[in-house]
Structure formats: C-alpha cells, structure tokens
C-alpha cells in the first residue's frame, strides 16, 4: 500500500465521489437509504477534512509559501463543508430541506475535490520529494485512527474552528 500523501488523499476522494453517486441515485428514494447514504458522507468528509486540516495543509503552507492563498480559500471550502455537515448529521431524511441541503454539500465538496486534485495537487507533486510527501502521507495514518468521525466529536469542532481563526 502507497503511504503517498496525495495517493492517499486521492483514495478517499475516489470513495467520496462513489457515495455521492449512491445518494444522487437514491435521491428518490426510501428515508432510511438517503439518511444512510448521508451519514457515511458525513463520516468520510468528517475524516477527510480533519487529516488535512490538521496535516496536509499545514504541511504544504509550511513547505510551499507560495501556495498559501490556495491553502486558505481549501480550509474556507472545508468550513463550508463543515456547517453543511453539522446541519445534516441532526436533520431527519424526511425533512423537506434534506436533500437539497444535500445536493449543496455534494456540489461544493465536488468543487473542492477537483480544484485540489486539478490545481495544487500536481504543484505539491512536482514541488516536494517522493520521500517527503510519504512522510506526510504516514503522519496521516497514524492521525486516521484518532480522526473524529462525527461533527460533534469535540475534535472536530475544535478543528473546524482552528481551521478558520487559527
Ligand atoms: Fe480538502
Ligand atoms: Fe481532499
């Protein structure tokens, strides 16, 4: 298995974009399904967002000034993310808000994901060595264990509120 950063990154991406098409063609369907669907996003956006937050991003402002204005407006898109997140994970699937407060999540984070994998990813990639973007990649696995899984985990409030006063 790659320690790579940005493999592994790209990794949770890759099932992220698999649970949005779960919920987009489940959109129609049962409570249950839908309520499901969007607590797994929540989980791995929750995850997601902490490993890089308090990893990724840090790492790269510190390696790679140049990229800071794409740090800042990545961690502004996360709090997006993270109000999205905190509101579904209390809202019932039936609510008549549910799945269009969905859809939004859904749009941004695709946004997100491809201005990070098309824009600065690849800027990462040609800046930092083979061997310092594996040490990132293994301080992320060892973080992933500990990450918060839900938005009201305490570490994830702590983070989201880092993330934007830090
Ligand atoms: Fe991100
Ligand atoms: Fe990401």
Request: contains cysteine.
């Amino acid at each position: 298995m790659s320690t790579d950063a940005i493999v592994l990154l790209k990794e949770d991406h890759k099932e992220m974009r698999r649970l949005f098409k779960a919920f987009q063609d489940a959109e129609e369907g049962p409570a249950s399904q839908r309520q499901k669907l969007v607590g797994q996003i929540i989980e791995a956006l929750t995850v997601h967002t902490y490993l890089e937050n308090e990893v990724m991003y840090p790492e790269v402002r510190r390696l790679l000034p140049d990229l800071e204005d794409d740090i800042l407006e990545s961690y502004e898109e996360h709090h997006v993310a993270d109000v999205l997140c905190a509101e579904l994970a209390a809202m019932d699937a039936a609510h008549e808000h549910f799945n269009a407060k969905t859809t939004v999540l859904i749009e941004n984070v695709t946004h997100h994901v491809e201005e990070e994998e098309e824009e600065w990813f690849p800027k990462v990639r040609e800046a930092l060595g083979r061997k310092q973007l594996q040490e990132i990649g293994e301080k992320m696995i060892a973080l992933r264990a500990d990450a918060p899984r839900t938005p009201s985990d305490p570490k994830a409030i702590k983070k989201a509120i880092d993330a934007v006063t830090a």
